[in-house]
């Protein structure tokens, strides 16, 4: 992750800071292209800023973020590898480790890179560039790198192999290794799992198509070529016959945008021009044979086109076009396993400009001989947004004899979409016209429905309430009250999640709150980066019909959570405030009903028991802010009209409704709750309050902090202001949050004047109460419960001295100053502040983070996606960072609402369909990362599946993949133990022998005598026979009476002991073959390099000489 510079301007007070992504969901707008692995079921999201999105099951995703913010122009997995590829716009080839989510390896292409193919079952690919140049990548697993191979197509080599003019600079716009059939493979595990995404490739040959329309079929083993098509063929084939058909056509080039095959044994190609058009080119040997005796083009190659619905879209080079969008998006699925006579082809493009967008489905049926297509069905799926990419997921059954394709589309701004084969088969067959996708939605949704605000709230260190949890998400999973979305099953199960996110073996220490656009609200389980679905509460259960409450489904506008009682709160736009006791008992059910006049009680439906406790409804105007207080026995309300309400928990009642102001209007936008034990008058002191023989009753304080700067202090009680003022920071400025704080933490304070403040800043809490040290009997007042006082067991009463009240202070933030201010001086009517701020940019948003459990810093968000540190209380600057560089998001209006933060520096927020939590100190591990993390890359399948393949290709002994490959290499001595033909290892090590020699000099050396050569090897063989063989074989050369005799039955041993020792001497003995052998092997190495140094020299020297000077 990258770091952005820190400017230290404290360094006494100085904190490191390392801001990173801890948890991030959702599809980033900036979505660009896809890739997938079908057998880790694994699908990946580039974007135009340098991000990876990978998304396994419903609950695991993982972001992989590149040190540059350009785009990704290809994305390609190494199919059960563990390896994600990926090309910039930049042109970095980067190899991407799924299990650490890090690049291991990049490659700088020094030329424009145009066209990009993974080789199936390998970790080899195709590289094109801008310059005609077709190059192969490995990936070395081992080494954990990218090398470049020796192998390469130059454009000149193609130019001379085909009688063709090529230019330089023609650059390669598709690399695709042709398909072969499947041979014998009748294993429906091994099908299903192996080809889920992909064709049988035949590695053996290569399609290359260049951006002027011509394409090429080249044999990489025997570097030669095997045919060529393109718009031009006629043209170098010759026949007065093919230049009379095609004399109405524009002679020029048709300039390529996109192919595939659409055949399953490499036969059919499709491929999209810029100018609409869909060429069908028939690749078979027959047809090859055929043109060069009639010359006829129609045999080769069929054109579509798609102008509208109401028009004939299918023709043979007849017919003028109209202009067409290029046709940029080509994706073919076969009808059948076995049948090759027929498929779907998925099209984007191709159709008139200023048409909807739209993908269009066409379903293709072949004559016998593939020469003419008999049928052509068209349907049309309608998009979201513009277009971005597309990709098949497709599945086999071979006793079914079928294969079923389901399809991905990925439109502007990020939203993806999902069509399965029974969804796709019903548009095809226009039997279901109606068919609705499948809409990817994150396990943490922002967008359907709609995110207006979010808590994120840690409860760590509160065992009380991690246990409640634990007994909720148990009542929860039995009474149906837990997360259950209704929605299609998302068709991807990759990845595995770490055994620490499994439920019930892991504490609750940190909870994410989100309230929706439709009234609902749902809690997480945040504690790691898996986010875990603990409770969704709609607003329409436990509501009781009959009862006139209106604006249950408004949006959810406000919410608090008391993590001593378990209750949550939520306000709403319609003026609603509803309570739930989450631990309480649902089969309860009485629910109360309060209005400004009355309180109802009605009866909820039998059987169907909500946590849902109490409604209240006071004020027809949305609440804008809400505060639990007096340790979550009473609920303080902000309104936007400016009023305060003082709600009651237990029993649920209304204490008082006031306004802050005598004409109030602008919303309450933050509460503080403090405590005070004794008199706030500068005049009391405590001999007068011990002149009366009692302590004075404890009184709770709430700050109201209105959006105009105006604050207000009122008595908790009955809602009586003490004091009031107007703070005046310009016209444009306005206030932010407001809170009472204490550096230290949890203490107690009494003041000169007896007066005593106890402060409880972790979270955001409201502020607790502590009686004075003084040997007498408790007032009634000061006795809130003992359930407060078993809370404050753990409270440091240790301290002795007296503070003064001038170090509770409270912070004032506003869009363009911060300010600091005496609490005391406050209460008793003085409005001077002691510190003051003034920003240099507008601030949104703030909140204060702890560092060792103490209140050490303000965190300032700016609306310019800028993030301000600064200490407490002196208000100086730490550092300063921006959100661009740790998510690539730029900040939006009203993001703010949705941000919330826990302790320790960590910040939640939304951006239209992303979630993600930041953390910013450098020590914070709260999370337990990277233990933590679900796992991208299944290494348990990856290894059953080669064992599985491996075993089943021993038994049923499959026809050859690699025919192609096979066919052009010598036969070599077989070993001991030959891994079996077409197994991943004999596919990966045929190809390495190909793609690791130089393709130059073994085409320049084929030119020369086949006797001269013949004569240079016999006298190189018989110079080096005897002494190589030697070598070999330690010095000695097997005759028929030194070859080694079979073994017999080792003798029996009497005891452990020395059987023991005679599998210790084996092994050593073994070692030492191992190592002989190693040795000789180098030594052959050496033998063949100067081999081929002494025909690089040879082939010099024979350059220019002809053949009768041999």
Not at 593 to 617: H, M, R, Y
Request: aromatic share 6%; proline share 4%.
């Amino acid at each position: 992750m990258f770091i952005p510079k820190i400017f230290k301007h404290n360094q006494k007070g100085k904190i490191d800071l390392n801001p990173r992504v801890i948890a991030h969901y959702g599809i980033p707008s900036t979505a660009s292209c896809l890739a997938c692995d079908p057998i880790q079921q694994l699908l990946a999201v580039g974007t135009f800023d340098g991000r990876i999105k990978v998304i396994g099951s419903d609950t695991i995703e993982g972001l992989l973020t590149s040190s540059k913010k350009i785009p990704f122009k290809n994305l390609e997995f190494l199919q059960n590898q563990g390896f994600l590829i990926s090309i910039s716009k930049e042109n970095d080839v980067q190899a991407w480790d799924l299990e650490h989510r890090c690049i291991t390896s990049t490659l700088q292409w020094k030329a424009n890179i145009t066209a990009f193919g993974v080789i199936q079952e390998t970790t080899f690919m195709y590289i094109g560039d801008e310059f005609g140049l077709v190059s192969v990548l490995k990936y070395d697993i081992g080494e954990r790198k990218l090398l470049l191979q020796p192998f390469t197509i130059p454009v000149y080599s193609v130019s001379e192999a085909a009688g063709i003019t090529l230019l330089n600079h023609q650059s390669v716009v598709g690399v695709l290794p042709q398909p072969c059939t499947r041979g014998n493979r009748q294993d429906k595990n091994y099908l299903e799992l192996l080809y889920l995404g992909n064709l049988t490739l035949d590695e053996g040959t290569v399609l290359l198509a260049y951006d002027n329309g011509v394409l090429v079929l080249w044999d990489v083993s025997r570097e030669e070529l095997v045919l060529i098509r393109g718009y031009n063929t006629s043209e170098n084939a010759g026949g007065s016959e093919q230049k009379d058909q095609r004399s109405d056509d524009k002679q020029e080039d048709k300039q390529i945008v996109s192919l595939c095959w659409a055949s399953l044994d490499g036969s059919i190609l499709a491929v999209g021009y810029t100018d609409g058009d869909i060429f069908l080119w028939n690749l078979s040997g027959d047809a090859t044979t055929k043109d060069s005796k009639t010359g006829k083009l129609a045999d080769i190659v069929v054109k579509l086109q798609l102008p509208s619905f109401n028009k004939k879209f299918l023709s043979f080079f007849n017919g003028t076009p109209n202009k067409r969008s290029p046709v940029v998006g080509l994706h073919w699925s076969s009808s059948g396993l076995n049948s090759d006579h027929g498929g779907y082809l998925f099209v984007y493009g191709g159709d008139e400009i200023g048409s909807a967008e739209a993908l269009t489905i066409l379903s293709l049926e072949w004559s016998p001989q593939k020469e003419a297509l008999k049928n052509v069905v068209r349907v049309n799926i309608n998009l979201q947004g513009p277009y971005l990419d597309m990709i098949l997921l497709q599945s086999f059954s071979v006793l079914e004899n079928t294969e079923a394709a389901s399809l991905f589309i990925l439109s502007s701004p990020g939203q993806l979409e999902f069509y399965d084969s029974s969804c796709l088969s019903g548009l095809i067959s226009q039997k279901d016209k109606s068919c609705t996708p499948i809409h990817y939605r994150s396990a943490l949704p922002t967008a359907e429905p709609h995110l207006t605000v979010g808590r994120f709230i840690s409860v760590q260190g509160n065992t009380k309430c991690s246990v409640a949890w634990s007994e909720v998400v148990t009542a929860g999973l039995q009474d149906g009250h837990q997360s259950n979305d209704k929605v299609l099953k998302w068709p991807l199960n990759g990845g595995v999640p770490c055994h620490m996110t499994i439920p019930g073996e892991r504490n609750i220490e940190r909870l994410y709150i989100a309230g929706y656009q439709d009234g609902s609200v749902r809690i997480w389980d945040a504690t790691y980066p898996l986010l875990l679905p603990l409770f969704t509460l709609d607003p329409e259960v436990g509501m009781v019909k009959g009862v006139s409450v209106t604006g249950v489904t408004a949006p959810v506008s406000a919410l608090d959570f008391c993590s001593e009682t378990l209750f949550i709160a939520i306000g709403s736009d319609s003026g609603l405030v509803r309570l739930y006791n989450l631990c309480g008992n649902c089969d309860e059910t009485n629910l109360l009903v309060v209005t400004e006049t009355k309180i109802e009680v009605c009866d909820q439906d039998q059987g169907k028991g909500s946590p849902l406790s109490a409604v209240f409804n006071l004020v027809a105007s949305p609440v804008s802010t809400l505060r639990y207080t007096n340790l979550g026995t009473r609920l303080a309300v902000g309104y936007r009209s400016g009023q305060v309400a003082m709600l009651n928990i237990n029993p649920p009642s209304a204490l008082f409704l006031r306004g802050t102001h005598p004409s109030p209007s602008a919303p309450v936008v933050s509460f503080s709750p403090a405590i005070l034990q004794g008199s706030c008058d500068s005049t009391t002191t405590s001999d007068k309050s011990e002149s009366h023989g009692r302590s004075e009753p404890a009184k709770e304080l709430i700050f109201a902090l209105r959006s105009d700067l105006h604050v207000a202090v009122l008595d908790g009680s009955n809602g009586n202001v003490i004091c009031s003022f107007p703070q005046n920071h310009g016209k444009e400025s306005t206030a932010i949050s407001l809170q009472v704080i204490w550096l230290i933490g949890y203490q107690d304070e009494i003041s000169a004047d007896g007066a005593k403040y106890v402060v409880d800043v972790s979270e955001g809490k409201h502020m607790h109460l502590l009686p004075p040290k003084k040997k007498k009997k408790k007032s009634e007042s000061a006795q809130i419960n003992d359930h407060c006082e078993r809370n404050w067991d753990g409270v440091d009463r240790s301290s002795n001295s007296a503070q003064s009240t001038a170090d509770l202070q409270i912070l004032l933030c506003c869009t363009n100053v911060i300010q600091m201010y005496s609490l005391k001086s406050v209460v008793q009517g003085s409005a001077e502040s002691i510190q003051d701020v003034n920003l240099l940019t507008t601030s949104c948003w703030t909140a204060i983070f702890k560092k060792d459990k103490k209140t050490c810093g303000l965190i300032v968000v700016h609306q310019t996606g800028s993030i301000e540190i600064r200490s407490l209380p002196n208000l100086e600057p730490l550092g300063e960072l921006s959100l661009m560089p740790i998510l690539r998001w730029t900040f939006k209006t009203d993001m703010d609402k949705s941000m919330s933060s826990a302790e320790n520096g960590q910040i939640a927020l939304v951006n239209g369909c992303e979630f993600a939590v930041v953390s910013l100190l450098a020590r914070d591990n709260d999370f337990r990362i990277p233990q933590s993390l679900p796992c991208l890359h299944d290494k348990t399948l990856a290894a059953a599946l080669d064992m599985g393949s491996s075993s089943t290709q021993k038994k049923n002994k499959p026809a050859k993949i690699l025919g192609g490959i096979m066919g052009g290499l010598k036969a070599s001595k077989e070993s001991e133990t030959p891994e079996p033909e077409g197994s991943q290892n004999s596919i990966h090590s045929s190809l390495d022998k190909i793609f690791s020699r130089s393709p130059a000099s073994s085409s320049e050396a084929s030119n020369v005598s086949g006797e001269f050569w013949s004569h240079i090897l016999r006298d190189f063989q018989h110079a080096g026979k005897k002494n190589d063989r030697k070598k070999l074989f330690g010095g000695v050369i097997l005759t028929p009476e030194t070859k080694p005799k079979q073994r017999t039955d080792s003798p029996d041993l009497t005891s452990a002991h020395a059987a023991a020792l005679d599998a210790r001497n084996k092994l050593l003995e073994r070692q030492e073959k191992l190592e002989r052998i190693a040795q000789n092997s180098e030594e052959l190495a050496n033998g063949a390099q100067d081999f081929a140094s002494m025909a690089a020299e040879l082939k010099k020297k024979m350059k220019h000489r002809k053949w009768w000077q041999l």
